[in-house]
């Protein structure tokens, strides 16, 4: 990927710096999403991290903000987890988002915006012209924050049923 | 979605582009082809709601006082229209099981609307229409 963009003067009194997660911040990503979602998930985190942070980087994408420096200890105000996928349900190579998350006392300052702008980054030098992502239709922060970056519904409809609730044939 | 609703939408995205402009019912009118008098009762109702202020005597007009990051589409359409249970089955325990289905249907669609409206601001209005200015349109409306 190309260097994430230059960090911008927020409310939040320092710079936001987007850079690629370390091992370092794994605690800290599993800790904000149990706070944001009520659900502490360690060992999807760790799975995450391990395919998302450690392989096929020019494609894969787990990104977080800071307040940076280069001194180790900043808090996580936000993480961002893409990947390049090609050819499901015939789509051409796209850009999927599919984690995201700021933290609670630091929304509304820009953290989001310099996020996706990251990934946005990220796709567009690996080549991608096109991001997805899905929203649940409750989620109206999530839903709102992707309308407002540019996003609108897209070619494809996600369908869903219970396994149980099957038509007989 | 209801003509006053479209209107209230035009007339909120006229009006927080220019936040210190006072703007005329007339002026407004013109340029989306609506009548003022039309406008002029949409206009009311969005001062009620605290959406606009207006300002009398010359050089009047009104301007937006809303907040245009919290203000979502379907905050607007719900001062004209009753969106809180669009979905009903005129009577339900009559009903048949093509009308349920049907129903089913009609309710899928109603969630996906009031979910997009919902999770669009003015301020994402805005942004959009930014991108997508019209030659024709926007231009003669600025003659």
Known sequence: ?169 | MQKSSRLAIYALVELAATPDRQVSVSEIGEKYRVSAHHLAKVMHTLGRAGLVRSTRGVGGGYSFSGNAKRTTLLDVISLFEDTSDDCQLADPSAATSVEWVLFDVMCEIDDIAKATFGAITISTMLKQTERRRQPVGDEAAQD
């Open chain 1, 1 to 169: 990927m190309t260097e994430p963009a230059p960090a911008t003067e927020s409310f939040l009194g320092g710079k936001i710096r987007i850079r690629r997660v370390t091992e370092a911040d794994l605690d800290q990503v599993v800790s904000l999403d149990a706070r944001v979602t009520g659900n502490a998930k360690p060992d999807y985190w760790r799975d995450i991290y391990e395919r998302y942070a450690t392989r096929r980087l020019d494609e894969r994408f787990f990104l977080v903000a800071d307040v940076g420096d280069d001194q180790a200890g900043h808090p996580i105000l936000g993480y961002i987890v893409g990947e390049v996928r090609g050819w499901e349900f015939g789509s051409e190579p796209c850009g999927w988002i599919f984690a995201f998350s700021v933290e609670p006392g630091t929304r509304q300052q820009g953290v989001g915006e310099q996020l996706f702008q990251a990934m946005s980054d990220a796709f567009k030098s690996a080549g991608i012209r096109t991001m997805r992502t899905m929203v649940a239709r409750q989620n109206q922060l999530h839903m709102a924050f992707f309308r407002s970056e540019g996003m609108v519904a897209g070619p494809y409809i996600q369908l869903e049923m219970d396994i149980d609730d099957k038509i007989p044939d």
